[in-house]
């Protein structure tokens, strides 16, 4: 059966069927004609090492769900449900329904189900003496390779709201991370040790900030310095189970585990929570910090969608070269029924 590069999400498979298609036809999936092409056969490598990844088990989660959600694989073009059934039977698989119950390999739960373990000793019963062995144990610290490098004169930006109505902007040197006296806690950094926290966009300062109706604001736009460049652990690659073939079990582990990291980083701190929340990702971001020796770590943003979010360790490769007041004159709030 034919298949389409439009029948997928995977940027690499997509790349793939469209490079390797020898001529145009009908594809058998989402129907669409004279586009590139390629026998379903040609993926079965790619698949076969794919779903090694899974075990079958009843109390697990629907297979396509779970490819979904973690892996973004199929396109909306196509029926995943009818794609992923005919590669089941092709690969011979004892039980090709795609609605079938799975979870992962138990090396790839262990694996990232540790970040729950950790963080519950980290907040409850070891802090500062906490044995870092397993993680070294699990690999943790290679995970952490795919990284992007952000060069000289990138714009970045950070917001602080005034105190009160009618204050002239911030100055460029009061824009920065904040004293040692007085660095608070924050989602990434420890209490008294500053981070300089910024955003890729001016948009995004705003929602991370939680800026509301009629908020004056300050809004500082950084550059990277001349002869410098900044690299960051990324949290924010796409996904491509296509491009890591031959490693998958690894890729798997690393993709997961930053996602649910990456969760974390973003996740904002509600006013009953306890700054204990804080605690598990102030570790990872320490571990990461001292392990990779990169200048800091790129996320995406959860309150901003496609926005992205950067945190830096040390301040002196960036510098503010501007400071402009805004002030908020809309506000958009959803809200959902609670139980």
Same mark, same amino acid.
């Given at each position: 059966?034919?298949?389409? #590069?439009?029948?997928?999400?995977?940027?690499?498979?997509?790349?793939?069927?469209?490079? &390797?298609?020898?001529?145009?036809?009908?594809?058998?999936?989402? *129907?669409?004609?004279?586009?590139?092409?390629?026998?379903?056969?040609?993926?079965?490598?790619?698949?076969?090492?794919?779903?090694?990844?899974?075990?079958?088990?009843?109390?697990?989660?629907?297979?396509?769900?779970?490819?979904?959600?973690?892996?973004?694989?199929?396109?909306?073009?196509?029926?995943?449900?009818?794609?992923?059934?005919?590669?089941?039977?092709?690969?011979?698989?004892?039980?090709?329904?795609?609605?079938?119950?799975?979870? =992962?390999?138990?090396?790839?739960?262990?694996?990232?189900? =540790?970040?729950?373990?950790?963080?519950?000793?980290?907040?409850?019963?070891?802090?500062?003496?906490? $044995?870092?062995?397993?993680?070294?144990?699990?690999?943790?610290?290679? =995970?952490?390779?795919? !990284?992007?490098?952000?060069?000289?004169?990138?714009?970045?930006?950070?917001?602080?709201?005034?105190?009160? #109505?009618?204050?002239?902007?911030?100055?460029?040197?009061?824009?920065?991370?904040?004293?040692?006296?007085?660095?608070?806690?924050?989602?990434?950094?420890?209490?008294?040790?500053?981070?300089? *926290?910024?955003?890729?966009?001016?948009?995004?300062?705003?929602?991370?900030?939680?800026?509301?109706?009629?908020?004056?604001?300050?809004?500082?736009?950084?550059?990277?310095?001349?002869?410098?460049?900044?690299?960051?652990?990324?949290?924010?690659?796409?996904?491509?189970?296509?491009?890591?073939?031959?490693?998958?079990?690894? *890729?798997?582990?690393?993709?997961?585990?930053?996602?649910?990291? /990456?969760?974390?980083? /973003?996740?904002?701190?509600?006013?009953?929570?306890?700054?204990?929340? *804080?605690?598990?990702? !102030?570790?990872?971001?320490?571990?990461?910090? =001292?392990?990779?020796?990169? $200048?800091?770590?790129?996320?995406? /943003? /959860?309150?901003?969608?496609?926005?992205?979010?950067?945190?830096?360790?040390?301040?002196?490769?960036?510098?503010?070269?501007?400071?402009?007041? &805004? !002030?908020?004159?809309?506000? &958009?709030?959803?809200?959902?029924?609670?139980?």
């Amino acid at each position: 059966m034919n298949v389409c #590069a439009s029948c997928f999400n995977d940027i690499e498979l997509k790349s793939f069927i469209e490079t &390797h298609s020898k001529d145009k036809g009908r594809c058998d999936f989402c *129907y669409d004609n004279d586009v590139e092409v390629v026998d379903l056969y040609e993926l079965r490598d790619f698949f076969s090492e794919f779903f090694y990844l899974f075990i079958d088990d009843p109390d697990g989660e629907i297979f396509i769900d779970l490819i979904a959600r973690d892996w973004n694989l199929f396109s909306h073009k196509s029926d995943g449900k009818v794609l992923l059934s005919e590669v089941l039977l092709l690969l011979a698989c004892a039980n090709y329904d795609p609605e079938k119950k799975v979870k =992962y390999m138990p090396e790839i739960v262990e694996s990232i189900s =540790y970040w729950e373990k950790l963080k519950l000793d980290l907040k409850w019963n070891r802090r500062f003496l906490t $044995d870092i062995s397993e993680i070294f144990d699990l690999g943790w610290d290679s =995970y952490f390779n795919e !990284q992007i490098v952000l060069p000289n004169e990138t714009e970045l930006y950070r917001a602080r709201i005034h105190k009160n #109505a009618g204050d002239i902007a911030f100055k460029v040197d009061e824009m920065g991370s904040p004293l040692k006296e007085k660095a608070a806690s924050g989602r990434a950094n420890p209490l008294g040790i500053p981070y300089l *926290y910024l955003c890729k966009s001016i948009d995004t300062t705003f929602y991370e900030i939680r800026a509301t109706f009629l908020d004056e604001i300050s809004i500082g736009k950084f550059v990277i310095m001349f002869d410098h460049e900044l690299v960051l652990v990324d949290f924010t690659e796409e996904v491509s189970a296509f491009k890591n073939m031959g490693t998958l079990m690894e *890729y798997a582990k690393s993709r997961l585990l930053k996602k649910y990291i /990456s969760y974390d980083l /973003s996740k904002p701190l509600r006013r009953y929570d306890s700054e204990l929340e *804080y605690i598990p990702t !102030q570790f990872i971001c320490e571990f990461i910090r =001292y392990i990779t020796g990169t $200048d800091g770590i790129i996320f995406n /943003s /959860s309150l901003h969608q496609g926005g992205k979010n950067i945190v830096l360790f040390e301040q002196e490769k960036v510098v503010c070269v501007s400071v402009e007041k &805004h !002030q908020v004159t809309n506000v &958009h709030i959803g809200f959902k029924a609670s139980e």
